[in-house]
């Protein structure tokens, strides 16, 4: 299993009035991390939509461990731990730069194709994810 890292800066709008990150952009950050693990391994989500595939989200959880304050370095880290058939599964965890674990996750993805039809990725795409 491949995992790819990636930071981030927490912004002010992130936060709620007590200063804490509010938890809706985990689910940003997580997908930021992968889209950037997808980059990582030289492919793009416009790749696959050009070609006519599109990664949906089916599932997402997420557990939240510590707050996230404004200005943290964040570390996003994103693995694949699953591609079976039209399925794809990522995992995440999230740190400060105190490497503090903030939040772990995972999301459950099915390719469709342009008439939103389940599909499985072309091997061109699959054999850069794996």
């Given at each position: 299993?491949?995992?790819?890292?990636?930071?981030?800066?927490?912004?002010?709008?992130?936060?709620?009035?007590?200063?804490?990150?509010?938890?809706?952009?985990?689910?940003?950050?997580?997908?930021?991390?992968?889209?950037?693990?997808?980059?990582?391994?030289?492919?793009?989500?416009?790749?696959?939509?050009?070609?006519?595939?599109?990664?949906?989200?089916?599932?997402?959880?997420?557990?939240?461990?510590?707050?996230?304050?404004?200005?943290?370095?964040?570390?996003?880290?994103?693995?694949?731990?699953?591609?079976?058939g039209k399925v794809l599964e990522?995992?995440?965890?999230?740190?400060?730069?105190?490497?503090?674990?903030?939040?772990?996750?995972?999301?459950?993805?099915?390719?469709?194709?342009?008439?939103?039809?389940?599909?499985?990725?072309?091997a061109e795409f699959l054999e850069?994810?794996?």
């Amino acid at each position: 299993m491949t995992t790819c890292r990636m930071t981030l800066r927490v912004r002010y709008a992130e936060t709620d009035a007590q200063g804490i990150v509010h938890h809706s952009r985990y689910l940003v950050w997580f997908e930021e991390g992968r889209s950037d693990f997808l980059r990582q391994n030289g492919v793009r989500y416009t790749d696959f939509e050009k070609s006519g595939y599109f990664v949906v989200v089916v599932r997402a959880e997420l557990d939240y461990k510590a707050p996230a304050f404004y200005e943290d370095e964040i570390t996003v880290e994103t693995t694949l731990v699953r591609q079976r058939g039209k399925v794809l599964e990522f995992s995440y965890q999230a740190f400060n730069d105190g490497g503090v674990l903030l939040a772990t996750a995972r999301t459950v993805h099915v390719v469709v194709d342009r008439n939103r039809k389940p599909v499985t990725l072309p091997a061109e795409f699959l054999e850069k994810l794996v």
